[in-house]
């Protein structure tokens, strides 16, 4: 038997998504970075230091990422980040008043320079 010569050739949309979840990295308007991206856009271009938490204030007992709003807090506890990228000195609300999750500051330093 032969194989018709002429026709569109079909087009298996399985295949598709496959290939779209295999091509991590090529793919530059990624939606899961894009929302903790416009969230931290006010950080963009600070400077972030790696460093255990600490409370900017007494009357805080904990914080949040500035992307992806994890919280960070002094204790011990489910899901608590206790150490994580605070903003420096040139941030102008200054050092340690923001907070971005070590997940978050993989993901997004690219983006956030
Ligand atoms: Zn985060």
């Given at each position: 038997?032969?194989?018709?010569?002429?026709?569109?050739?079909?087009?298996?949309?399985?295949?598709?998504?496959?290939?779209?979840?295999?091509?991590?990295?090529?793919?530059?308007?990624?939606?899961?970075?894009?929302?903790?991206?416009?969230?931290?856009?006010?950080?963009?271009?600070?400077r972030?230091?790696?460093?255990?938490?600490?409370?900017w204030?007494?009357?805080?007992?904990?914080?949040?990422?500035?992307?992806?709003?994890?919280?960070?807090?002094?204790?011990?506890?489910?899901?608590?980040?206790?150490?994580?990228?605070?903003?420096?000195?040139?941030?102008?609300?200054?050092?340690?008043?923001?907070?971005?999750?070590?997940?978050?500051?993989?993901?997004?330093?690219?983006?956030?320079?």
């Open positions: 038997m032969r194989l018709p010569s002429v026709g569109r050739p079909r087009i298996d949309l399985y295949d598709l998504f496959n290939l779209d979840e295999n091509s991590e990295g090529l793919v530059t308007d990624d939606p899961d970075k894009q929302w903790r991206v416009d969230n931290a856009r006010h950080l963009t271009g600070l972030l230091e790696f460093r255990p938490y600490t409370r204030s007494e009357s805080w007992d904990h914080d949040h990422c500035a992307a992806c709003w994890t919280k960070f807090a002094e204790f011990e506890g489910a899901d608590i980040q206790r150490e994580g990228y605070a903003t420096c000195d040139d941030c102008p609300k200054g050092a340690c008043y923001e907070w971005v999750c070590s997940v978050c500051f993989n993901d997004l330093k690219d983006e956030m320079k």
